[in-house]
């Protein structure tokens, strides 16, 4: 069995990682009851044995391979961020000149903000990371890689500009972009579009903007 690196934050998320395939198999029913138990109950009331039950496994197999509550959150998490990331690349990469990185880049929020109205487990593990200083710069990191992509993006149709600038630029873009999924799922349906168009709009006049310095 191999034992995962803790990461530089000092999480406490680090884990087991399994090496056979009886334990990945073992490892994937705990996370399927993990994401059952958080869609219907919330990440915040989920608890360690619940899930050990739920997965039909004993809880010191469970604590094997997620220390905590938090290691199950951050897994469950970064799944979905390695396809967010996946869509990101894939929709960014294919922009030829500024009108086609405006058209994917607005695709994006649009297919961002339909996984979140679609999958309740998204957005719960998306509120038990910010329960969680640590995992909270788990997410500051994927918004700075997120960001990274675009700012490439933004890069390659603009090579004159500072790509110092055009960095900091994406990196807001993108911190911005998680914020107003957040408000928007907080609230009527109605308005929550209405906030995702605003952010669109604002977010698209960013990355069309000229700048060198």
């Known amino acids: 069995m191999n034992v ?31 994401a059952a138990l958080i869609e219907e109950k919330g990440s915040d009331t989920m608890r360690m ?6 997965a039909g496994v004993s809880i010191g197999s469970l604590y094997q391979f997620f220390p905590d509550k938090a290691a ?20 960014l990469s294919a922009a030829s000149d500024r009108a086609d990185l405006k058209d994917a880049f607005g695709r994006l929020v649009d297919i961002y903000y339909g996984m979140f109205l679609t999958e309740p ?32 993006a933004m890069t ?24 107003t999924m957040r408000l928007a799922i907080s609230v009527e349906r109605a308005e929550g579009d209405s906030l995702v168009e605003a952010y669109k709009r604002m977010a698209i006049s960013e990355i069309d ?3 060198s310095s």
Not at 49 to 54: D, S
Not at 74 to 88: F, H, K, V
Not at 123 to 146: F, H, I, P, Y
């Open 72 to 91: 199950i959150i951050r897994t469950l998490a970064e799944r979905y961020n390695a396809l967010g990331r996946d869509c990101i690349q894939t929709e």
């Open 4 to 34: 995962t690196a803790r990461d530089p934050s000092g999480s406490s998320a680090a884990r087991r990682e399994p090496s056979q395939q009886r334990s990945r198999e073992r490892v994937e029913r705990m996370l399927a009851a993990a």
């Open 49 to 54: 044995g619940e899930v050990a039950e739920r």
């Open 209 to 211: 903007a000229e700048r």
């Open 121 to 152: 487990v998204m957005r719960d593990v998306w509120s038990g990371m910010q329960a969680d200083k640590t995992l909270r710069e788990v997410e500051l990191g994927e918004s700075r890689l997120n960001g990274a992509l675009l700012a490439d």
């Open 156 to 179: 390659r149709l603009r090579p004159e500009a500072d790509r110092e600038v055009l960095e900091r630029s994406a990196f807001l873009i993108m911190s911005l972009g998680e914020a």
